[in-house]
């Protein structure tokens, strides 16, 4: 029997039910324990009395009456935390962590590993491999966005519950700012620009393998199903007429947006074999999406940056992905170099 305690409510516990707090920290009390508890008086915050579904605040004082020590809980009984992880995937998913504080993490995402399962997708994901990335947390982290399968890059993982709700929020208010870097079949004219090219689903397909449809402005809002999309692109380089460095903004988050509106430009991601094909030639249509030569046949997109307002800290942060193997190679082989370029080629146009 512990005696009276008094606990102030730590920086990424607020705004959460107060019967929740309760079991997190206490697992031997029990809803109905909890219930009587506020009932009678004997848990307050601040020195008043509560309800269990009371919202409680960072900064406040709980006080706990005397409760039972918890009784040990056979190995067998506890609740796993995720699928078991294996050594070689943990030190691939550790290996991948960008940046990371006591409320972020942040990876660099390789390429083929999916954001999270479904169909299609298979049992090894990023959101199965998170209870290698606790790093001393009781709770594994949250995504709170995703990458596509086959594109790499940064990617945001919260540590509370707090931080991926602010997260959440501040991507559908689109104050984080995305930047992606692609090779791209052909030279994009004008070499600056915006797309505003619908989206629907073609229905063709399952999941991560329906193909998305592109839908001409004018013709959005007499299209069932089609949302309205927008990208920003800009050439950072470029290799002849043949095919060009891109920086590519999502100002919209759509499925497969980025990969739809290049193609739909005539200028595919190269490696898209979904949008771009497996051809070389510009047939009057626009290019196929392969290179050919020592060029590799992966998908060459890559999450390359993000800013955000830190939730807690209120800083404005900025993370950087080197680019994987497979589109080093390709920069290497035309000679493309990443400092050559602006961080942001769209800073000015602000």
């Known amino acids: ?83 078991r992880v294996s050594d070689s995937d943990q030190q691939m998913i550790q290996a991948a962590v960008l940046w990371k504080d006591e409320h972020i993490i942040a990876l660099n995402k390789p390429p083929g590993l999916p954001s999270q399962g479904g169909s299609g997708q298979g049992d090894r994901h990023v959101d199965g491999l998170t209870t290698a990335l606790m790093f001393g947390y009781k709770d594994r982290p949250k995504l709170v966005h995703r990458l596509d399968k ?50 629907v689903k073609g229905g063709a397909g399952r999941g991560d393998n329906e193909k998305m449809i592109a839908v001409h402005p004018r013709d959005i809002d007499t299209t069932e199903g089609a949302k309205r999309a927008t990208t920003d692109y800009a050439v950072l380089d470029a290799l002849g007429t043949r095919a060009s460095w891109c920086a590519l903004v999502p100002v919209t988050g759509r499925t497969h947006q980025l990969r739809a509106h290049m193609a739909e430009l005539g200028h595919p991601i190269v490696g898209d074999g979904k949008y771009g094909g497996s051809g070389q030639e510009n047939l009057g249509d626009g290019w196929g999406a392969q290179l050919g030569g020592e060029i590799s046949k992966k998908l060459h997109l890559h999450a390359r940056s993000i800013s955000f307002d830190h939730p807690i800290t209120r800083k404005r942060i900025t993370l950087t992905a080197p680019l994987p193997d497979h589109m080093a190679r390709t920069w290497k082989t035309v000679g493309w170099h990443e400092n050559d370029v602006p961080d942001d080629p769209f800073a000015d146009l602000e």
């Open 1 to 83: 029997m512990s005696g009276v305690q008094t606990i102030r409510v730590g920086g990424d516990e607020g705004e959460q039910r107060l019967d929740r707090w309760l079991r997190k920290k206490f697992p031997q009390l029990g809803q109905i324990a909890i219930e009587k508890l506020c009932r009678t008086g004997q848990i307050r915050v601040d020195g008043g009395r509560v309800k269990p579904a009371t919202r409680i605040e960072t900064g406040q004082e709980v006080r706990i009456p005397p409760l039972p020590d918890a009784a040990p809980m056979p190995a067998r009984a506890s609740r796993p935390l995720g699928p």
């Open 150 to 199: 086959d594109t790499s890059g940064v990617l945001l993982l919260a540590r509370t519950d707090r931080v991926a709700r602010a997260l959440s929020e501040a991507f559908r208010a689109r104050t984080t700012r995305k930047i992606y870097w692609a090779a791209v079949a052909g030279v994009p004219h004008p070499r600056m620009g915006t797309i505003r090219f619908g989206l």
